[in-house]
């Protein structure tokens, strides 16, 4: 395949991912609604950071981070990462696509370096971009059993409120 060819592909793919993004909740709170509809516009824009945020919305940072986390289970950051994560999955997994770099799919899911896309997915997986790629891992069942364990060691604030009303 050629190099047009695979970057074609590329965009084919991510243009299929993002369509299968789910709507922003309509329970959720306008600005929340608007801010991952953006982030979702934006997804693999290397120009997506808080501060671009912040110039949209005009918003202080650190009270919407914690408001988007109150609803969304995460931070903005750890939002956009996790959906270029699946999305470099996706990419990694195509064989049309087994020689195209890696450093070709960081770009593509919104890094700006290959080094620090290399160590957001190992941090994500468990493997190296290349590792993944080379022994075609199904992480489906390695991530079940990592939101199992998170689920049972997390403590939610009200339950944490619960047990130290108890105490006293």
């Known amino acids: 395949m050629y190099l047009y060819q695979r970057q074609q592909r590329i965009q084919e793919l991510l243009k299929i991912y993002k369509n299968k993004l789910p709507e922003p909740n309509v329970n959720h709170p ?7 509809g953006f982030i979702y516009k934006h997804l693999f824009d290397q120009r997506l950071t808080i501060q671009w945020l912040k110039q949209q919305f005009l918003f202080d940072g650190v009270p919407f981070s914690l408001s988007f986390r109150r609803y969304m289970d995460k931070t903005p950051n750890e939002f956009w ?64 059993l990592k939101k199992e364990s998170a689920k049972r060691e997390t403590i939610s604030v009200y339950e944490r409120t619960i047990i130290l009303r108890m105490m006293n």
């Open 30 to 36: 306008a600005l929340i609604q608007k801010a991952v």
């Open 81 to 144: 990462a996790e959906h270029r994560m699946e999305a470099a999955i996706v990419l990694l997994k195509d064989d049309a696509l087994e020689e195209a770099m890696i450093g070709n799919i960081s770009f593509n899911v919104g890094y700006s370096s290959h080094s620090a896309f290399s160590i957001a997915f190992k941090k994500y997986t468990g493997y190296s971009p290349r590792t993944f790629r080379k022994n075609d891992i199904d992480l489906s069942k390695e991530k079940k």
